[in-house]
């Protein structure tokens, strides 16, 4: 032990044990999968992101070692650790220049979006020494002032080569491609089961699956093109489980996308219309509802149907807040005192 941190310190990395682990340790062969839960903080201890915290739940993280993570750094310190063990690493700014990137994909990702969003037309290095921002200030201060950072991490579970299936990420491009409609399929099972989170999960991931093949293309190219319609129908099968979840606003933003790509697709603007119905946005609902009953008129009584609920929806409120309002503005009633 003393000898791995004398190395790990060569390295520009100090261990501090928490808490042991149990077990030997592992030799941690290329392909072992290592799960575990990171707080990563500044060295005066303010706390940029917690695995237990983001996105509003706790999940892990998971590595396949060997498979070149863009911070490496991990890597190297969960090699020195046991199953359960609990460490904290202080390491150097070299070890840490890109961790301001591998956090906006983090988060991205606890947030349902795209894990690249916001990295697609510039390299690591690049974006580093660039003023591109990555939409969080706090990462934008640490990327225009590497420093060190501490990652206190808890090794949760080693599992050994082929002990596990395969995550996307880690597949080649033709098992990506091949394990889509599979994904799709269990999607839509999921759905009709009423397991709405479960099945936007999967759709979710179909997505990141076909955009990580879809950035290897030119865009417009015939390649992109047929990408990205495979991607359309799961992209409305994942908006019709964020409108049951009532993310509306993340479902006028995705189908807008689609709608600006795909002038007739029907579908898109009839959920888009429903999502701003929804939020009160009256005459974009209106809008899109025509738009809908122009590119197919036998969705007329659905159509109607919708405009009902959603008059009927303005007219309560309406009534809620006249209410709510009334005798506001009156002259309090005079009452008689006697002296």
Not at 52 to 76: C, D, Y
Not at 97 to 104: H, M, R, W
Request: with cysteine.
């Amino acid at each position: 032990m003393e000898e791995e941190a004398r190395k790990l310190l060569e390295e520009g990395i100090r261990k501090k044990l928490v808490s042991p682990g149990k077990g030997e340790l592992s030799t941690f062969p290329n392909g072992t999968k290592v799960i575990f839960h990171y707080r990563t903080s500044l060295c005066d201890g303010t706390v940029l992101d917690d695995s237990r915290t983001m996105g509003g739940r706790s999940k892990p993280m998971e590595l396949i070692l060997g498979k070149k993570f863009k911070l490496a750094v991990w890597e190297r310190v969960i090699i020195t650790m046991r199953e359960g063990e609990q460490a904290e690493f202080t390491c150097d700014n070299k070890h840490t220049a890109l961790y301001p990137l591998v956090s906006q994909s983090l988060r991205n990702i606890s947030a349902g979006k795209d894990p690249l969003e916001g990295q697609r037309h510039c390299c690591g290095i690049a974006q580093i020494h660039s003023h591109h921002s990555l939409g969080h200030k706090d990462l934008d201060h640490l990327q225009a002032n590497p420093q060190p950072l501490v990652f206190a991490i808890e090794l949760l579970q080693v599992l050994p080569p082929g002990s596990f299936q395969l995550d996307v990420w880690a597949m080649t491009d033709e098992e990506k491609l091949a394990l889509v409609p599979q994904i799709h399929e269990e999607g839509n099972a999921l759905f009709k089961q009423g397991k709405i989170p479960e099945a936007s999960e999967k759709y979710y991931n179909g997505i990141a699956c076909l955009k990580n093949l879809q950035m290897k293309e030119h865009p417009g190219d015939q390649a992109w093109v047929k990408l990205d319609l495979m991607i359309t129908p799961l992209l409305l099968n994942y908006c019709q489980c964020k409108l049951l979840q009532g993310h509306y606003y993340e479902v006028i933003e995705h189908c807008s996308s689609l709608v600006f790509k795909y002038e007739d697709n029907v579908k898109a603007y009839y959920k888009r219309a429903k999502a701003h119905a929804a939020v009160w946005n009256e005459t974009e609902a209106r809008e899109d509802f025509a738009k809908v009953l122009q590119l197919d008129p036998s969705l007329g009584p659905s159509v109607a149907k919708e405009l009902k609920a959603m008059e009927e929806r303005i007219r309560a409120k309406e009534k809620e807040e006249k209410g709510r309002y009334k005798g506001l503005f009156c002259a309090p009633t005079a009452t008689a005192t006697t002296g």
